[in-house]
């Protein structure tokens, strides 16, 4: 019997493989590409094209495809078999370097945000050799960057690179500072927590909200949801384990570190963790793993939800980006060590951090906005729209004593005694954990919790690269020219404390007095909807420092603006025509049926019964002939006010109506809806309930 050492990563290009297929001196030049970014020689990209290919074709692969991420939000391939003709009309299996290097996929058809025409139809990809490539199927898949015919970014991952290597650069300028000459590289790394939900197909299938939106638009409220927490690290279902056993073995082939597995707080809401990877890497590989958990799930006869609110009234799935930063030899460049009061490197590291996340409020805000996350945020199982920092006691005191010039003490270590001599005793840890936080530190790494379950951690991780390395950029120049370095380090640290203290906040952020104190008092935003954020990428501070840094030139930022406030508008559109299909051909016609059943009903017993007063059909009747007149008003007012979405002069001003027209007549619309699931006999009601969905895999 295998075990999973021997067969993790038996489907991926890597190290190994690599170092087994190529020559020394092949594999020493890739190496130093891979490493060091030089560039790559021709003839050492046909000579891995080759070696690719042998080791692809032995796995059963018969085409290779340039997989990229662009801004759909999902992937995109287009395969190209290895065969080529032979004189002697046979086939022999082909691949060169030039077509491992770069694809020319069309690009007419991907969203570019206005920076080319629709008829402009060529676009390159271009090999990244940091991501190994993998098999998926018979298809061989080499991760890729997108760019258009004129140079400009149109994937995800363009950007991504640039803002990694932008934190290298200066985080690199402040190592040599401390006379650390060795780092040739700083690296940020990340470990994606991703939340879905399980249900069956059939259950999905009788929802057409779930279909069309992935997401239910009506629901009424179930007898039982989450309120005893009793899912949550519950013990798994069988149908569930079998498809999280299947699911790690086809990541595992894949060289995905899947690691931790459990039930999340809301019935059929679960929750896979990764190991960390370079951000790069994990985000091609979290791109991967929500892709295999819906085909893995299609394969057990369920359905993987990977939208951040499927079902109101019970938790919504995010998605935790746990971020650090390292040195190319494995230092941890945000862990504080036993005396973080002593150690300056860490704190002048741990203040960038600060400087970034008070500063660039807004950016971060802005790359988990989604017409699905909006729903999610602010609800009480994700941190609220304003962003904060938590630190902890033991940070929070350091910081202190710096901003004041007081002693620091050090926080005592303290001994867990738990009543019972057979159990160990360990020491606990010098902070808690705080879950409401959008943004905590937690031991040697900060975790963004905002991003939503759909999200490419991408987006986030561009932001939060590029806002550290200009808090990093910044130091670094003033402490290149200083006269005393000691002194103005002790300086600049003590400066960053008092300058952004206000973004730091310990407490409960769920708090309403918390949001009026952050708002109020400190001057944070709170940027509620996409339609609020979205067209703040283009503020003049944000402008200036992502094209400083070559994260994004200021064409690509106004594309990008475009297409997500576009996706935005999209996405609530269909979720409202939705609704008015739904309301139209299915729960209209079934409450009439039922009232009008009702109504005989109580017009036979009177008729046979002239003395019975038949209260409860008539009260029912009356009860259901209301909420099926506000139904219809209801829907007249969304259906008006997706109409009036065509008078809208701009894609900002389309936003808008749909944040304040559009999305709350859809709210308005549900509530009768809800109120006559719960009246209406569930013979007669066209959809699985809640109840029925959130239970429905055993």
Known sequence: MSTVSDYFGSQVFDDRVMRANLSADVYASLRKTIDEGKELDIGVANAVAEAMKNWAVSKGATHFTHWFQPLTGITAEKHDSFISPAPDGSV??????????????????FPSGGLRATFEARGYTAWDPTSYAFIKGKTLCIPTAFCSYGGHALDKKTPLLRSMEALSREALRILRLFGNDKAKRVVSSVGPEQEYFLITKEMYDQRPDLRFTGRTLFGAKPPKGQELDDHYFGVIKPGVAAFMEDLNDELWKLGILAKTEHNEVAPAQHELAPIYSTTNVATDHNQLMMEIMQKVAAKHGLVCLLHEKPFAGVNGSGKHNNWSI????????????????????????????????DDYQDLLRISVATAGNDHRLGANEAPPAVISIFLGDELNAVLHAIETDTPYNGTEKMQMRLGADVLPKFNRDTTDRNRTSPFAFTGNKFEFRMLGSSNSIACANIMLNSAVAESLRIYADRLENADDFETALHEMIKKTIKDHKRIIFNGNGYDDAWIKEATEKRGLLNYRTTADCMPHLLDEKNVKMLTSLGVFTEDELKSRRDIMLENYCKTVLIEANTMINMVHKR???????FTSDLSEEAYSKKKMFP???????????????????????????????????????????????????????????????????LLTAKSYW???TYGDILFSVK
């Open 587 to 593: 729960i209209a016609p079934a409450i009439t049926r």
């Open 611 to 677: 003395e019975l007063e038949c209260c409860y059909e008539t009260e029912l009747v009356k009860k259901l002939s209301e909420l099926t007149d506000s139904i219809t008003h209801k829907t007249d007012e969304l259906e008006k006010a997706v109409c009036d979405l065509k008078d809208a002069g701009d894609i900002i001003e389309e936003s808008e109506l749909i944040r304040d027209t559009v999305l709350p007549k859809m709210s308005e619309l549900r509530i009768p809806c809800d109120r006559a699931e």
């Open 326 to 357: 390292a040195t190319d030899n494995g230092q941890n460049l945000l862990s504080p060590g036993d005396t973080p009061y002593e150690n300056a490197q860490f704190l002048l590291f741990l203040c960038a951090v600060i400087k970034a996340v």
């Open 686 to 688: 066209p959809f699985p």
């Open 92 to 109: 022999i299996m082909e691949f060169n370097g030039k077509e491992l290097i770069k694809g020319e996929p069309d690009a007419s058809s």
